[in-house]
């Protein structure tokens, strides 16, 4: 449905975007994912055929933005960042407007409006100057207007910057809800956005493209070391040669706790190795009552993290993904 290929965009020195491939399927929805300044906004503006490019290709639904782009707009809905509504017009006339610019044809207008409507949840304020409702309505009548023409494509550029948390929640799942009947993008530089919307997402910093995956799989990919922490009564410092000696143990250290009478270790493990059993067999037998064993995985938050920055070094958050 969208294919980008060595996409480029320069502004006399500055490169904006620099060769930026990327596949969209049928139906899908795919999280564009970025930093603020990393291109995710000119990238959309070249798909809609709003900007050219300097280089590269892109097809959306069968045509060349480049040389068909009238055709191209038409198979599209876009929502840029800030709603292109009119404040001071009713929310039915200003769809019914938009539905016209589309190119609707004038004896479907009223129905499409209806089903944009509809859609989105708006049918009880059709008759509310815009400029009236609260800032997720008007969102809302943003994201009606692009689906008015029932285009097989939506893009949607950063939807939900500026809501409140239950508006938030409430366009996530208008936009779930779009997925299967439109093919969507959407542009974000927010993890729980993607996170509760989308099956696939693509990351982009400074202009290029650093990982294109599932969710689960960018997670994985970036899963550096393990490391377990573990809480016993009594203090094991005596037992940390014996775990150092296992295999896949990396490093051992003792922690902190600020509960009395409890002392934590920390073991770092290879990628992949898993021996919390022959610890647990260790500490049990050394008589240091285990009180608790945690294996920590990177989340997806530090995988996002750890893509778009240079400095590995950094303390990533850890979250707790498996006990016993």
């Known amino acids: 449905m969208i294919?980008?290929?060595?996409?480029?965009?320069?502004?006399?020195?500055?490169?904006a975007v620099s060769g930026v491939s990327f596949s969209v399927k049928k139906g899908e929805?795919?999280?564009?994912?970025?930093?603020?300044?990393?291109?995710?906004?000119?990238?959309?503006?070249?798909?809609?055929?709003?900007?050219?490019?300097?280089a590269g290709t892109v097809t959306v639904n069968g045509f060349n933005v480049a040389s068909e782009p009238r055709k191209v707009k038409a198979s599209i809905?876009?929502?840029?960042?800030?709603?292109?509504?009119?404040?001071?017009?009713?929310?039915?006339?200003?769809?019914?407007?938009?539905?016209r610019i589309h190119g609707v044809e004038k004896t479907n207008v009223k129905k499409s409006v209806e089903a944009a409507m509809e859609k989105c949840g708006i049918s009880d304020v059709r008759n509310r100057l815009i400029g009236n409702l609260s800032?997720?309505?008007?969102q809302r009548v943003g994201l009606a207007q692009a689906i008015a023409h029932n285009p097989p494509v939506l893009?949607?550029?950063?939807?939900?910057?500026g809501l409140d948390p239950r508006q938030i929640i409430e366009i996530r799942n208008l936009i779930q809800s779009l997925g299967g009947e439109h093919t969507v993008i959407l542009s974000t530089h927010i993890l729980p956005e993607v996170q509760a919307?989308?099956?696939?997402?693509?990351?982009?910093?400074?202009?290029?493209?650093?990982?294109?995956?599932?969710?689960?799989?960018?997670?994985?990919?970036?899963?550096?070391n393990a490391r377990l922490t573990i809480t016993t009564a009594k203090d094991p410092k005596n037992l940390l040669p014996e775990i150092q000696k296992l295999d896949g143990v990396v490093s051992t250290s003792v922690g902190k706790t600020a509960t009395e009478g409890e002392f934590v270790v920390y073991v770092e493990c290879q990628k992949g190795s898993d021996i919390r059993s022959m610890i647990s067999e260790k500490i049990v037998h050394a008589n240091l009552s285990l009180l608790g064993l945690f294996q920590e995985k990177l989340s997806l938050e530090d995988a996002f993290v750890r893509l778009i920055t240079v400095d590995e070094n950094l303390d990533f958050k850890r979250e707790d993904t498996q006990h016993v």
């Open 77 to 99: 809905g876009y929502l840029p960042e800030n709603p292109p509504v009119y404040t001071g017009m009713e929310v039915e006339s200003y769809l019914r407007f938009a539905a």
């Open 3 to 15: 294919e980008v290929s060595n996409l480029v965009k320069k502004y006399n020195e500055r490169t």
């Open 197 to 224: 919307t989308c099956s696939r997402v693509v990351v982009i910093d400074k202009g290029k493209v650093v990982a294109e995956d599932t969710l689960d799989g960018i997670a994985a990919r970036m899963q550096s």
């Open 155 to 161: 893009i949607l550029d950063e939807p939900t910057v």
């Open 29 to 54: 929805i795919l999280g564009f994912l970025g930093p603020n300044g990393a291109g995710k906004s000119t990238t959309m503006k070249i798909l809609s055929a709003f900007i050219e490019a300097s």
């Open 135 to 138: 800032k997720g309505y008007r």
